[in-house]
């Protein structure tokens, strides 16, 4: 079955500090992997794709990595902002299949002063 | 960069009313679109895929009478939920992707929050 996971559901972190956000896998045959970046009350916005090829990719204070071994990958952010407060969603394309994305339940982030 | 809109952003209707959302692409074309629900503090749930000049795919569980989804070209997709009740007070939202690329980003509309009262 086709599933993404991911953890931690809630994060509270202070300003400043790092943190890294993880998803874990099942879909088949994995086409691609993005992280979504959700500010309350709107819609999802795209931080970063990760082929099946690429084990890191960053943009800006967000670094993403892809085991494609394991089905894993994380997102890294640095130096958090308040502006960082966000849910965090990890959706995954596979190659085939009529509906082929699959999304993750989110990580609720919060950065605080 | 492509630019979903969806309206409107907010609505309130009375229980048994009932409500269109529109979702168009600005600037590319879109034969397939997709609509979402989300219930506070969890993700995104498929409703529906839309497509252009056909019927609507459902997912499992979601009531195509309830929730009429007509994709009349290639920039409009509207999502009408039918006979509101106050369960289907949620954050509706409809995404898209440039025509004729399966794998390239979705772009999101910033969503409609409907209450039903």
């Known amino acids: 079955k086709n599933q993404v996971e991911q953890s931690p559901q809630s994060l509270i972190i202070l300003e400043g500090k790092n943190c890294t956000l993880q998803?874990?896998?099942?879909?088949?045959?994995?086409?691609?992997l993005r992280w979504y970046k959700q500010d309350t009350g709107r819609g999802p916005v795209s931080l970063t794709i990760m082929t099946f090829s690429e084990n890191t990719k960053s943009n800006g204070r967000y670094t993403a990595t892809l085991d494609a071994d394991t089905k894993q990958s994380s997102l890294h952010i640095t130096a958090s902002q308040l502006s960082d407060s966000a849910s965090y969603i990890c959706v995954v394309s596979a190659q085939t299949g009529a509906n082929n994305l699959f999304f993750g339940t989110g990580t609720r982030l919060t950065v605080i002063p | 960069g492509a630019v979903v809109s969806q309206h409107p952003s907010w609505v309130i209707c009375k229980s048994g009313t009932s409500v269109k959302i529109e979702c168009r692409s600005l600037?590319?074309?879109?034969?397939?679109m997709f609509w979402y629900r989300q219930f506070p503090k969890q993700s995104l749930m498929l409703m529906a895929t839309s497509n252009e000049g056909s019927k609507a795919t459902y997912e499992q569980g979601v009531e195509k009478d309830k929730f009429l989804i007509n994709h009349a070209s290639l920039t409009l997709s509207t999502l009408t939920v039918t006979s509101a009740h106050p369960e289907d007070s949620s954050f509706y939202i409809c995404?898209?992707?440039?025509?004729?690329?399966?794998?390239?980003?979705?772009?999101f509309g910033n969503g409609t929050r409907l209450t039903v009262t």
């Open positions: 600037d590319f074309q879109a034969t397939t």
């Open positions: 998803c874990n896998y099942t879909v088949s045959p994995f086409s691609n």
């Open positions: 995404s898209a992707r440039v025509l004729g690329s399966r794998n390239s980003p979705l772009h």
